[in-house]
């Protein structure tokens, strides 16, 4: 059973969806409308995690790249790589390998959320 869900808000949260499920492989698991048809809610999947997120009004700073960010375990850190670049995605680190036997890479979203990918899982 899942514990952390990480929320995210988008000022256009269908084009997040769309973006998000293009770019990194997300599949929408629920969308929920409000009454005039925007996005109230909506969580994607990618394997066992989700993620939630809706709207946001007014415009927000950039987070900087050493922000807090979500960290995705996956195992074709390349073959992602290579679907995020192809789709936009500002890659913020190149793949690398660790110290600790990880293959990771970094990339901003549409709204400048950093997300982390990498083959570690704990």
């Known amino acids: 059973m899942r514990t952390v869900y990480p929320v995210f808000r988008y000022p256009d949260p269908r084009a997040a969806i769309d973006w998000l499920c293009a770019t990194f492989g997300f599949a929408v698991h629920a969308v929920h409308e409000a009454p005039d048809g925007s ?10 995690g989700i993620i939630m997120l809706g709207g946001r009004a007014e415009p927000r700073l950039r ?5 807090a960010a979500v960290y ?14 192809a789709a936009g995605a500002e890659i913020i680190r190149e793949p690398f390998d660790t110290d600790y036997g990880s293959r990771d890479y970094a990339a901003r979203d549409l709204a400048g959320n950093v997300w982390s990918f990498g083959t570690y899982r704990p």
């Open 39 to 48: 996005v109230a809610h909506a969580e994607l999947i990618l394997d066992t």
């Open 63 to 67: 987070p900087a790249e050493d922000d």
């Open 72 to 85: 995705v375990a996956i195992d074709d850190v390349d073959a992602h790589y290579t679907r995020a670049r």
